[in-house]
């Protein structure tokens, strides 16, 4: 524990190194010398050019043969990783590889993925599943979706793999842990377009190089799960399996790795959806697939097949969540001792059957015409048109309405309010706030900010605080690459901190749980709170009733001869019953489970996607960056900010309600100090997913360290790549260390955990 | 006792802390357990010497945290030793190799734990029949033999059930199974029916007193049951933190204690239902000719066991025979009153 002296020593250190700030700051209005500030490109030694010069070296050269790293990668990627990436290729898209006998037809998929589903979890995971493919296939992405996915199953079993034995290795050997440690921490900051490049150029352009910057990307959660399981095996269980006998090799595979399970499908878990978050991210180097499409329809501004898509990506990622959270939480479940075979492997034979009996439908079907749905119906009925896409959905027959959406997303858009607030917003954020934001970080001498950045250091940790934070900005600082930095510093700072301004106040305001009944007795105020307390809780019946209905409307024809919100229309009738109906089985959703659902289900969604509401609503410009990154933020935020208010020891808020404390006090003497730790954990996060988020946005055009990195995957300046992303890791590791420190000595300090 | 112990134990000492070797051999020896706890170890094993023979059973008594479980991991080398040394049939265990201490494990040892360490994904039979498959024994026997001894601590019909589906008493059950289910000579068990209930508790502490008189198993047996340690026992060993206060057989713990702490630990025990008639009895040659007339009474019959007889009967001193009803000394009616009903104040 920290004494009073040493804290109050620190208070003192800290202080005086934002003095020598301010000073430095004031210096420079009469003497710009102080700013020792690098020109742009220029650092204080040739970084780039030695990275360049050492990569060109263990790189190898292939073409005047002198061996190196290269001929290893290019041999796994031409060889093994290739055949592997045909392969299934081959089988889920009909890529024209060995075995040539492809693509699976798409009703034998869906069919046997809804039996897993089943046997997994149930009719409602079952639901999830065959909704999601369904609407892949009748969409009519079918194929894109499979481009993603075929690169995702061999990634993602690969990084599984390489993720367990890493993990089995840093858990026996303290020596491996310490060495991946801090290469784990790195990994986890590094912008993605720092995986990128180095794929490209060892592993060649296309899915090959995508696979590998995937397999890279989705390791470390896998490491640390798998060391963490096998650390909490029970000791008695261990003993046990040492009294019986056991060898290492037995020790291993019988007694520790089945013990640690759960730790290791969670994560598999993690590893798959961190595998689908990048392989959308590697369209930005060609990967073809949803990412791709959706890259080119955004920047042909087709909102509506954008929006598609990402319906698309995020109904994938749910669905793949899900099932694996299903397998984690899936117990082994015993048969008495007479069941026959055949009940044993019931979901097996009914997968296998199905499976086949689509494939022999599709064989069957190949030559039947291919009908749109309306030629379809003409013909007589649906089934005509089912018939026809039993094997594949042609271009024609996709139902996708992008083309409609667009015409809705506009004419919303055009609704004089709605610009006239975007505009507002656009016009406010922009010039009051963003640009003299900016501005004045620019302007700040760098000692400046590096000293505070090591005051704030010293805060939490001391001189070792203070170096490390301090020592990684002098680092960005002499890269030669401080504007572009302090660019993506005031995009993170300015979306995180619009991110609290409406985070907390929403989180506190979920987190108040079961709505008091709804009266005006206690005022308007309360009133309008449980008011929209009721409403938010009825969200989710009312997606699930808009779903009903709208396919409802959709397939029987409705949706040609009238809008779904005519008075006439039996389909909104439809919806206003399913909705009543729900809200009649389900009454007591509390307010803050169903926005943990929201942030948990949001939590899944590739990055990706954060893009296309942002695009849509504020255009191509420094709002729409910080927009995505603001709701991508908000997931984390929301989350640890209710968590954590609702971790509050029970008896303390009860000692506060005896002690006549009102519902104010309560949270501002009581809830929030004790909640606080939990939620610096996730504006930690939230700033991690920022740096992320933000080096994403280059693609709407930014001017920071995400544009000049996605600039260099264009060419081969590897050492350049490098010194970008270690920019942006190194500010990201500044906070990390700041924040986690902070919040490790509150919880102690209030004797938590 | 002239044959080879089968557990000789030598000063064995067992530190938990940061670096145990270095700071025990900064110690002079006899350091009390709170000197060492404010250095920042743990004594869980204090300088412990006993020797357990072939076809003991001996019980290791004490309150919680002082020490039993460790002593006996420490005897099955689940733990390494600090300092001293455990040698198990003349062979130094420290000493063995892994493939060694593997081959003792499979060939000679057996443990039930205290909880259980049934492993979670495994079923009954599979955990019963896992020691066996370590073993390499063809799948057919471990199945025939897992099923024997399922059946045997009463489980029979819940083979296939997952140690979660269990209760407490039924998981405790699999633990003894597995034990069983590979007959070990050497058996250590860490207050093994603890969850059972009386019944089968009974039934199970015949078990093992049929095993270890058929075929002479050495047992060293953790319990915190008083009356299960005195059915059991052949000798007692009561614990004080890490250190052995006193390892002696039951009823000379009972009325011999050798020190304060073993005295009040066995207060409360009715010592009528300890105490044979062999431990009161006086040598022929002591009783210089007193008369000892009519029948005799056997030697290894407990006090308690003989009051009827005792209240009845009033002569002065019983005659005492053993087994073969040779007469053997004689008993003073008065002592063992005195025994059955406490001495007079
Ligand atoms: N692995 C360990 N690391 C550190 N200390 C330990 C460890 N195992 C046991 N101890 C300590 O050693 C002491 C003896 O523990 P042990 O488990 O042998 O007690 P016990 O006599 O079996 O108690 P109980 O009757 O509750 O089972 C305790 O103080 C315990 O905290
Ligand atoms: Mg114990």
């Known amino acids: ?22 000073a430095i700051a004031i210096i420079k209005l009469f003497t710009p010398l102080v700013d020792l500030r690098l020109p742009e490109g220029q650092g204080l030694l040739p970084w780039a050019d030695a990275l360049d010069s050492f990569f060109n070296f263990i790189k190898g050269d292939i073409q005047n043969e002198r061996f190196g790293l290269m001929h290893i990668t290019r041999w796994i990627s031409e060889g093994p990783l290739e055949f592997l990436l045909d392969t299934t290729a081959n089988l889920m898209y009909g890529k024209n590889r060995w075995p040539k006998i492809g693509p699976v037809p798409w009703p034998a998929i869906v069919a046997s993925v809804g039996v897993l589903a089943y046997w997994l979890g149930g009719w409602r995971l079952t639901f999830l599943a065959l909704g999601t493919l369904l609407w892949t296939a009748l969409i009519g992405q079918w194929d894109l979706a499979m481009q993603t996915l075929s690169v995702l199953v061999v990634a993602a079993p690969i990084a599984f793999f390489i993720g367990l034995l890493l993990g089995i290795a840093s858990w026996k050997s303290s020596r491996v842990e310490r060495v991946l440690k801090p290469i784990l921490a790195v990994l986890q900051t590094l912008p993605f ?38 650390k909490s095996v029970s000791s008695e269980v261990v003993d046990a399996g040492y009294m019986s006998g056991s060898s290492r090799w037995q020790m291993l595979t019988r007694v520790y790795l089945p013990s640690a399970r759960t730790e290791i499908l969670v994560g598999l878990n993690q590893v798959i959806m961190l595998c689908l978050a990048m392989v959308v991210l590697t369209a930005f180097i060609g990967m073809p697939g949803l990412g791709a499409k959706l890259l080119a329809m955004m920047n042909s501004f087709k909102i509506g097949r954008s929006f598609e898509i990402g319906v698309t990506i995020v109904l994938l990622a749910v669905m793949l969540d899900r099932l694996s959270k299903a397998w984690v939480m899936k117990q082994p479940e015993h048969f008495e001792k007479s069941t026959p075979w055949w009940k044993k492997h019931w979901a097996l034979l009914t997968g296998l059957t199905l499976f086949i009996g689509f494939i022999g439908i599709a064989q069957l079907s190949a030559d039947a015409p291919h009908y749109t749905l309306t030629e379809g119906k003409k013909q007589g009925n649906v089934l005509q048109y089912m018939w026809g896409i039993s094997d594949e959905v042609h271009r024609t027959q996709g ?15 055009e609704i ?76 993170v700072v300015s979306a995180v901190t619009l991110a609290m301004i409406i985070g907390l106040p929403l989180a506190i305001w979920a987190a108040r749980g079961a709505a008091p009944p709804l009266t005006l007795k206690s005022g308007v105020g309360p009133f309008l709170s449980g008011l929209a307390g009721w409403i938010f809780t009825k969200i989710p019946l009312a997606l699930l009733a808009a779903v009903v209905a709208g396919s409802y409307h959709f397939f029987s024809g409705q949706s040609e001869t009238m809008n779904f919100l005519a008075p006439q229309s039996v389909s909104l009738y439809l919806f206003v019953g399913v909705f009543l109906l729900l809200c009649f089985l389900v009454r007591n959703w509390r307010r803050d489970s169903v926005m943990l659902a929201i942030v948990d289900t949001a939590q899944t969604f590739p990055s990706f996607v954060y893009l296309i509401p942002a ?49 104010m006090q309560k949270l501002f003497n009581v809830q ?35 544009q000049e990195l996605q600039r260099t995957l264009a060419g081969t300046d590897l050492g350049k790549n490098f010194v970008l992303g270690i920019c942006v890791a190194l500010m990201a590791l500044t906070f990390d260390h700041i924040i986690m420190r902070w919040a490790d000595q509150r919880k102690a300090a209030l004797g938590l955990n | 006792m002239t044959a080879q112990p089968v557990i000789a134990a030598r000063n064995v000492w067992k530190l938990f802390g940061p670096d145990p070797k270095r700071y025990f051999s900064s110690l002079q020896g006899g350091e009390s357990f709170e000197k060492i706890q404010a250095a920042g170890y743990i004594a869980g094993v204090r300088d412990v010497s006993l020797e357990v023979a072939k076809g003991e059973m001996l019980v290791v008594m004490g309150l919680s945290g002082s020490g039993k479980s460790t002593l006996v991991r420490c005897f099955s080398r689940l733990h390494e030793i600090t300092a001293g040394t455990i040698e198990v049939e003349g062979q130094d265990i420290a000493k063995l190799d892994e493939r060694g201490l593997i081959e003792l494990r499979r060939r000679k040892m057996g443990m039930v734990f205290q909880s259980f360490g049934l492993l979670p994904h495994r079923t009954v039979l599979e ?41 407490g008493g039924q998981q405790q059950r699999v633990g003894i199974a597995r034990s069983l289910a590979i007959e070990p000579d050497i058996w250590f068990l860490d207050e093994p029916f603890s969850a059972l209930d009386p019944l089968i508790r009974r039934e199970m502490q015949d078990e093992f007193l049929r095993l270890q008189e058929l075929l002479g198993k050495t047992i060293v047996f953790i319990t915190h049951d008083f009356d299960e340690a005195l059915r059991l026992a052949d000798r007692i060993a009561i614990m004080k933190d890490g250190a052995v206060e006193q390892i002696d057989t039951p009823d000379r713990i009972v009325m011999d204690p050798q020190t304060e702490y073993v005295r009040k630990f066995t207060e409360e025990i009715e010592k009528s239902r300890v105490v044979m008639a062999e431990s009161l009895m006086i040598d022929l040659a002591q009783l210089n000719g007193q008369s000892m007339a009519g029948d005799p009474v056997k030697s290894n019959r407990t006090i308690h066991e003989l009051a009827r007889l005792l209240i009845n009967d009033q002569r002065p001193v019983f005659p005492v025979a053993d087994e073969s009803g040779q007469i053997i000394g004689g008993l003073h009616r008065q002592s063992a009153l005195d025994v059955l009903l406490g001495e007079e104040k």
């Open chain 1, 1 to 22: 524990m920290m004494t009073e002296q040493a804290a109050s020593n620190r208070k003192q250190v800290a202080l005086a190194l934002a003095v020598a700030a301010v």
């Open chain 1, 193 to 230: 377009f720092t995986y990128l490049l180095p794929a490209v150029i060892f592993f060649k352009v296309g899915p090959t190089a995508g696979a590998v910057a995937t397999i890279v990307y989705a390791m470390p959660p896998m490491i640390l799960m798998t060391a963490l399981g096998l």
């Open chain 1, 399 to 413: 139902l996708s309405q992008g083309k409609s959406i667009d015409k809705a997303i506009k004419a919303f858009l």
């Open chain 1, 416 to 491: 004089d309010s709605v610009q006239a607030t975007t505009n507002w917003i656009r016009g406010f954020l922009i010039v009051d706030v963003l640009i003299p934001f900016r501005n004045f970080l620019l302007s700040l001498p760098v000692p400046t900010i590096v000293l505070l950045v090591a005051a704030a250091g010293y805060l939490v940790g001391g001189l070792r605080s203070a170096l490390v934070a301090g020592g990684f900005f002098v680092m960005v600082a002499v890269s030669g690459w401080w504007d572009r930095s302090v660019i993506t510093l005031y995009t």
């Open chain 1, 615 to 663: 695009i849509m609503l504020f255009g191509i410009n420094d709002v729409a960056v910080i927009f995505s990154i603001l709701i991508f933020t908000l997931v984390p935020l929301l989350r640890y900010t209710i968590e954590g208010l609702r971790g509050v020891p029970p008896e303390m808020t009860e000692a506060a309600d005896m002690s006549g404390a009102s519902r």
């Open chain 1, 672 to 706: 929030l100090p004790l909640a606080l730790p939990t939620i610096a954990i996730g504006f930690n996060q939230a700033i991690m997913f920022a740096f992320f988020m933000v080096i994403i946005a280059a693609f709407i055009g930014t001017q920071d360290l995400g």
């Open chain 2, 127 to 167: 955990n019963v029949a896992f020691p066996l498959e370590m073993r390499g024994q063809d799948r057919h026997e471990r199945r025939k033999r897992a099923l024997e001894v399922i059946e045997l601590v009463g489980l029979a019909g819940r083979e296939e059930y997952f140690p979660r589906e269990l209760s």
